[in-house]
């Protein structure tokens, strides 16, 4: 698309929607101007493509489409089953899966669709057989209190959350929490590293019946082979939650034993992190579980979103190209790049450096805490998030981490030399940021002191290295 279309195209869907709502008009351009001012260290955001942003605004919105492709529930489907079927064929071709379920509308819920398939592939329910036979909205109570019971208390070993595992994997604050008794793993408390022995052990003492693998804060990679060795030694199935790194799989920086989809039996994602898509969801699988996933909707999913699917069917043809490759390559360097700046300045980080695409500092060497650092630099003009770091003092909601990931500098054309400048600026803000006391004399957690000066002008800085960056160029709007 020439930036000539670009701009024509989004100022025109401004000036139709300002005919409407002028407020919603007016915060979608200061998204984007916001969007283009800041120095977005979100390991979990990025910036998709105009062909993709604008897939998602369209009419395909407008249908109901329950169902599968070429077995809808509604009629007129056609276009929709046309957009389905391509965004799980670029994805079955990318990912080199034999199954893709393209309907997920987030990765909460592909890890839904993916946890029902294995419950229903692996336990005896004649109430689950009875409840996927009809429309959800048909059973009564009495159908779900009979699929409770035969359901049971099914065991679930996943990443520990202060390892970086995901609340999704077992957690209480989500479903899984509560559909799973949940076990899980740590790191080795010297390395920051997954410990195989020690998920073997945990396996064999605890025999789950899923064995989870993916994370949201790990800054290493996993061997998805030694994974599946030990989920085989008990029987369990293997899935792995891919969300944060299925660009660096779809790039090839992950093959072999760290690609987990020839390992895994069912491979969860979402497409809006490395991937660099839509907001949405994916799972792969062998043919095995292919009927149970294709049950999604409406078994725990709403309708689908076709105009997402196109999305992703956009966004998963620009992730086959060869340049994709080069990107998910340079995600990688870059946030070696900034470990390296960050450790040579004196920064502490989890496990050391990275091999993906995060980094995790551990701000306590700054004497402070994640929620005073996170803010700090925000003050600054540096958009990162606190986290929590293995076994932290401070709890999950204070943490004791900063969690930075570089797809997004990097779709902006950012390179090494950035990250270290990147990392200079991180390291003067977090090194001139004290923890403030509250008004009684005691330590707070949350407040911190640091000149307003000095943010102005780290914030002045990261405008200039971005300067260099324009984000969607070919985007002018006024
Ligand atoms: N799985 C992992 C590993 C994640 O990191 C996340 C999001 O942070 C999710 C699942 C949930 O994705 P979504 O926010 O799209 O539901």
């Known amino acids: 698309m020439s930036r000539n279309a670009e701009s024509t195209a989004f100022r025109s869907a401004l000036e139709v929607i300002r005919g409407v709502e002028p407020r919603v008009a007016d915060a979608i351009g200061a998204e984007l101007a916001d969007q283009r001012e800041s120095l977005k260290l979100i390991a979990s955001e990025n910036y998709a493509s105009p062909a993709t942003l604008l897939a998602m605004g369209n009419w395909l919105s407008d249908k109901y489409a329950e169902g599968t492709v070429g077995r809808r529930f509604y009629a007129g489907c056609q276009n929709v089953d046309t957009v389905e079927a391509l965004a799980a064929e670029h994805a079955r071709e990318l990912f080199g899966a034999a199954h893709a379920y393209a309907q997920p509308h987030s990765g909460i819920d592909a890890n839904l669709v993916a946890f029902w398939a294995i419950l229903a592939d692996r336990v005896e329910a004649p109430a689950l057989r009875r409840a996927q036979a009809r429309h959800v909205n048909d059973l009564t109570e009495?159908?779900?209190?009979?699929?409770?019971?035969?359901?049971?208390?099914?065991?679930?070993?996943?990443?520990?959350?202060?390892?970086?595992?995901?609340?999704?994997?077992?957690?209480?604050?989500?479903?899984?929490?509560?559909?799973?008794?949940?076990?899980?793993?740590?790191?080795?408390?010297a390395t920051g590293l997954v410990d195989y022995d020690r998920v073997a052990e945990a396996a064999r003492e605890f025999r789950p019946l899923v064995l989870v693998a993916g994370y949201s804060a790990y800054p290493r990679k996993v061997n998805f082979r030694i994974m599946r060795e030990i989920a085989d030694s008990v029987g369990a199935t293997f899935m792995v939650d891919m969300a944060h790194f299925a660009g660096l799989v779809a790039g090839r920086v992950f093959t072999g034993d760290f690609d987990p989809v020839p390992h895994a039996h069912i491979v969860t994602t979402t497409t809006h992190k490395s991937l660099r898509g839509p907001r949405g969801g994916l799972v792969l699988c062998g043919p095995e579980l292919a009927d149970q996933v294709d049950r999604g909707c409406p078994m725990v999913l709403g309708g689908p979103l076709p105009h997402v699917m196109a999305a992703k069917a956009v966004a998963l043809a620009e992730a086959r190209r060869p340049d994709f490759a080069d990107y998910a390559r340079r995600i990688v360097d870059n946030a070696q790049a900034l470990a390296e700046g960050l450790l040579r300045r004196g920064a502490s980080l989890v496990t050391g450096g990275t091999d993906n695409h995060l980094v995790l500092i551990d701000v306590t060497g700054y004497g402070l805490t994640g929620r005073q650092a996170e803010q700090a630099l925000l003050d600054s003009g540096i958009v990162t998030n606190r986290n929590a770091v293995p076994q932290d003092p401070n709890g999950a909601w204070y943490t004791s981490g900063i969690r930075i990931g570089t797809p997004a500098l990097t779709t902006r054309g950012l390179g090494t030399a950035?990250?270290?400048?990147?990392?200079?600026?991180?390291?003067?803000?977090?090194?001139?940021?004290?923890?403030?006391?509250?008004?009684?004399?005691?330590?707070?957690?949350?407040?911190?002191?640091?000149?307003?000066?000095?943010?102005?002008?780290?914030?002045?800085?990261?405008?200039?290295?971005?300067?260099?960056?324009?984000?969607?160029?070919?985007?002018?709007?006024?």
Do not use: C
């Not at 995901?166 to 076990?183: A, E, V, Y």
């Not at 990147?422 to 004399?441: F, I, K, R, W, Y």
């Not at 002045?460 to 070919?474: D, I, M, S, T, V």
């Open 142 to 189: 009495a159908d779900w209190f009979t699929l409770r019971r035969e359901l049971g208390d099914q065991r679930m070993l996943g990443m520990s959350l202060d390892a970086g595992g995901h609340l999704t994997h077992g957690f209480r604050p989500n479903i899984s929490g509560k559909m799973f008794d949940q076990r899980s793993y740590g790191t080795d408390p």
């Open 418 to 478: 950035e990250m270290d400048t990147t990392a200079e600026l991180m390291h003067t803000v977090l090194s001139q940021t004290s923890a403030a006391a509250n008004p009684d004399g005691t330590a707070s957690k949350a407040k911190y002191a640091l000149d307003p000066a000095l943010a102005d002008k780290v914030g002045r800085q990261a405008g200039e290295l971005l300067a260099g960056f324009p984000l969607y160029p070919g985007v002018q709007l006024g």
